[in-house]
T-cell receptor
Framework: AQSVAQPEDQVNVAEGNPLTVKCTYS??????LFWYVQYPNRGLQFLLK??????LVKGSYGFEAEFNKSQTSFHLKKPSALVSDSALYFC?????????????FGSGTRLLVRP | NAGVTQTPKFRVLKTGQSMTLLCAQD?????MYWYRQDPGMGLRLIHY???????AKGEVPDGYNVSRLKKQNFLLGLESAAPSQTSVYFC?????????FGQGTRLTVV
């Protein structure tokens, strides 16, 4: 069965410092991996995805993520955090052979960037 | 271009009442999804549709029904609401590898 784990409920970081939000996955075959962000009282916004190719993918708002097949991880990173990055972040996976193309989400990690 | 629009944005129901949530997308997407979001549990798939006239069960379908009579609309129905259905509901549609989400409907069942 497919699953996604986000081991941290909350990540705290000071503005200007690098941030990492962790994600590990379990899926048969080569996964399609995604990161979404949710601001208060808003829907989910797409940040970035990994389908194939370079293990380091760059996305919106200066975020990037590194796909590590041996560790089955897809951690979200940003070199210098902004207070405006404070939000709820979701990692998601899709199995390549799933004809429904549905996304399986992690439980979410709240990022708090303090000034 | 409106994208994915959900109606209503907020609703309070009494236990046993029924209601329908509407999701409309103007991107001509084939695939549409209904998720519910609960604290600490992420988003869980309720039902989905791979095209007009088709529906299928997701991870947590009990207590919900759906219909996809028109390609652009995906309706989620609660026939007899229960407090356990208090949640935030998100609709999504898919193009290629990317899913587009609506703003959500916050439903409270008292």
């Amino acid at each position: 069965a497919q699953s996604v784990a986000q081991p941290e409920d909350q990540v705290n970081v000071a503005e200007g410092n690098p941030l990492t939000v962790k994600c590990t996955y379990s899926v048969s075959g080569n996964p399609y991996l995604f990161w979404y962000v949710q601001y208060p009282n808003r829907g989910l916004q797409f940040l970035l995805k990994y389908i194939t190719g370079d293990n380091l993918v760059k996305g919106s708002y200066g975020f990037e993520a590194e796909f590590n097949k041996s560790q089955t991880s897809f951690h979200l990173k940003k070199p210098s955090a902004l207070v405006s990055d404070s939000a709820l972040y979701f990692c998601a996976v899709r199995a390549p052979m799933d004809s429904s193309y549905k996304l399986i989400f992690g439980s979410g990690t709240r990022l708090l960037v303090r000034p | 271009n409106a994208g994915v629009t959900q109606t209503p944005k907020f609703r309070v129901l009494k236990t046993g009442q029924s209601m329908t949530l509407l999701c409309a997308q103007d991107m001509n997407h084939e695939y549409m999804y209904w998720y519910r979001q609960d604290p600490g549990m992420g988003l869980r798939l309720i039902h989905y549709s791979v095209g007009e006239g088709t529906t299928a069960k997701g991870e947590v379908p009990d207590g919900y029904n759906v219909s996809r009579l028109k390609k652009q609309n995906f309706l989620l129905g609660l026939e007899s609401a229960a407090p356990s259905q208090t949640s935030v509901y998100f609709c999504a549609s898919r193009a290629g590898t990317e899913a587009f989400f609506g703003q959500g409907t916050r439903l409270t069942v008292v």
